[in-house]
C-alpha cells in the first residue's frame, strides 16, 4: 500500500503542475482515427456490457471508492462515494457507456427542499484512462478535489464525469463540445438515480467547472434545455471557457503547454473518424500516439513544440484551422452561440496567459446579446491557475442565492 508520505509527495507534485488545469486548444491534424493506439488493461469495473440500458443517465453498476481529499481518507467518514459506469450519448448520437464520480456527504441536509447536486465538470486530466478522475481520487492525487471540497462542506452533492472514452474503452475526445456536455448532464441524471444517496429527480442542479471543465459545463448549460430539460437546473459557473478554440490554438502554439494541442488533435480527430495522417510527419505521429497514453503529468515532455515542426508540410496549425474540413469542425465546438435558460456566472483573469481574456468576455457578450442572464467576472489572478481560485470563491456565494430562489444580477450591460 502506497505510504502517506508517497501520497503527500505525489499530491504536491500534481499541485506543481496546476498550471495544466485543463487547458483546450484545437486544431486538427492527427494520427488516422482508426488507427487507435492499444491501451492497457483496465480494471473490470470500467468494462461496459454488451448491452447498454434504454435511458440515459442510467446507471449500469457503482462500487464504493475511498474518496482521498486528505492522505488518510478521513473524508470518508463524513462523505460516501461511489464510482459510477452510466450510459450516455456522444456526438453522433451513439450510445455508450462512461465512468465517474459521485460523492455525497452523509450528514442531513439541512436547507430548503431536496439536497443541491452539482454536476463538477473537470479539468484537463489527460488522455490515458489510468488519468480518470474516478481512479485518480483513489490515489489522492485529484487536484479538482481543491475545487470540490467547499462544495461538499456546504452540504451539495457532487456528480463528475470522466467523460467519453476517458477510463473507458476507446479514445478520449478531448475538448469534443457536444460529448462533454452530454456527459456532464448523464453524470447528473445517474447520481439522482444512484440507490443510497437520497436524491432523487426533485434534487435542484447547478453546474460547474473551469478551463477544460469550464467548456463543458459551458456546454452542458447550452444543451440542458433539449438534452436534459427534466433537470431542475438553478444555474452554472464557468470560468476561462475555451469557447473559441482557434484562438486559444493560436496563443498557445510552441509555448509551456504545448501538449494540450495534441490532446485536443488526437480527441477531435477521434471524435470525428478522420485520417489526418497526411498532415502530419514522422515526428507528428509519433506525438499524437504518444499523448495518448499521457497524463497531465507528462505536460512538460512536449513543452516549446511548435506545431509547424510536427506538420507534413512546415505549415502551423493556425493556417490549417483555416480550411476545410478543420475550419468547420473548429466552429463546431465554439460556445456561446446557444442561448442559456438559467443564470450564469462566467469568471476569467484578465492576465490569464492560456486561454485568452478576450476569449471568455467574447462568449459572455454572446449569450448577453441572445438574452441570457450572465454576470461577467473579471479578476486579476496570476496566470491560468490563478484564475481557479476567485472563480472557486465566487461559485458557493452563486449557488446559495440560486437555490434559495434568489435571482441574480446581470452585468451585461457592461459588455
Known amino acids: 500500500m502506497e505510504s502517506t508520505s ?7 507534485a500534481l499541485l506543481a503542475v496546476l498550471a495544466s488545469l485543463a487547458v483546450s ?18 480494471p473490470a469495473f470500467y468494462e461496459a456490457p454488451a448491452t447498454l440500458p434504454g435511458t440515459n443517465g442510467a446507471v449500469i453498476r457503482s462500487e464504493k471508492v475511498d474518496f482521498l481529499l486528505d492522505p488518510l481518507d478521513a473524508t470518508s467518514l463524513v462523505r460516501n462515494a461511489n464510482r459510477v459506469l452510466y450510459r450516455t450519448t456522444n456526438r453522433t448520437g451513439r450510445a455508450i457507456a462512461a465512468s465517474g464520480t459521485v460523492l455525497v456527504p452523509k450528514a442531513p441536509w439541512v436547507g430548503v427542499g431536496s439536497r443541491p447536486v452539482i454536476g463538477y465538470a473537470p479539468g484537463t486530466q489527460g488522455m490515458a484512462d489510468r488519468c480518470a478522475p474516478s481512479r485518480l481520487f483513489s490515489e489522492g492525487i485529484e487536484y479538482e478535489g481543491i475545487g470540490i471540497e467547499g462544495l461538499l462542506q456546504r452540504g451539495y452533492a457532487v456528480a463528475m464525469p470522466d467523460y467519453e472514452g476517458l477510463g473507458t474503452a476507446g479514445v478520449h475526445t478531448y475538448m469534443d463540445r457536444v460529448a462533454q456536455g452530454r456527459a456532464t448532464l448523464d453524470a447528473v441524471r445517474a447520481a439522482q438515480r444512484l440507490e443510497g444517496t437520497g436524491l432523487s429527480a426533485a434534487s435542484p442542479v447547478g453546474l460547474m467547472g473551469y478551463s477544460q471543465g469550464g467548456g463543458a459545463a459551458a456546454s452542458a448549460v447550452e444543451l440542458a434545455p433539449t438534452y436534459a430539460p427534466e433537470l431542475r437546473l438553478r444555474g452554472a459557473v464557468v470560468g476561462a471557457v475555451p469557447a473559441d478554440l482557434a484562438r486559444v490554438a493560436t496563443n498557445l502554439d510552441g509555448g509551456l503547454f504545448s501538449a494540450f494541442a495534441f490532446f485536443a488533435l488526437r480527441g477531435l480527430a477521434a471524435s470525428y473518424d ?24 507528462d505536460l512538460l515532455d512536449h513543452a516549446f513544440t511548435r506545431s509547424q515542426d510536427l506538420s507534413a508540410d512546415g505549415r502551423p496549425m493556425s493556417e490549417l484551422m483555416e480550411q476545410e474540413p478543420f475550419a468547420s469542425i473548429i466552429e463546431a465546438q465554439r460556445i456561446g452561440t446557444v442561448k442559456p435558460t438559467v443564470p450564469v456566472l462566467v469568471t476569467h483573469s484578465a492576465l490569464d496567459d492560456t486561454i485568452p481574456y478576450g476569449v471568455g468576455r467574447a462568449m459572455a457578450r454572446s449569450w ?48
Request: glycine share 8%.
Open 368 to 415: 448577453c446579446g441572445k438574452g441570457a442572464n450572465v454576470h461577467f467576472s473579471t479578476n486579476l489572478a496570476p496566470a491560468h491557475v490563478g484564475g481557479m481560485v476567485p472563480h472557486v470563491a465566487q461559485a458557493l456565494p452563486f449557488f446559495e442565492a440560486r437555490f434559495a430562489g434568489l435571482p441574480q444580477v446581470s452585468n451585461c450591460w457592461l459588455l
Open 274 to 297: 478522420l485520417d489526418l495522417s497526411p498532415y502530419l510527419n514522422t515526428a507528428g505521429r509519433a506525438a499524437m500516439d504518444g499523448v495518448e497514453q499521457d497524463c497531465v503529468f
Open 6 to 12: 508517497s501520497r503527500r509527495r505525489s499530491t504536491a
Open 25 to 42: 486548444v484545437a486544431s486538427l491534424s492527427a494520427t488516422p482515427a482508426s488507427a487507435v493506439v492499444a491501451e492497457p488493461p483496465r
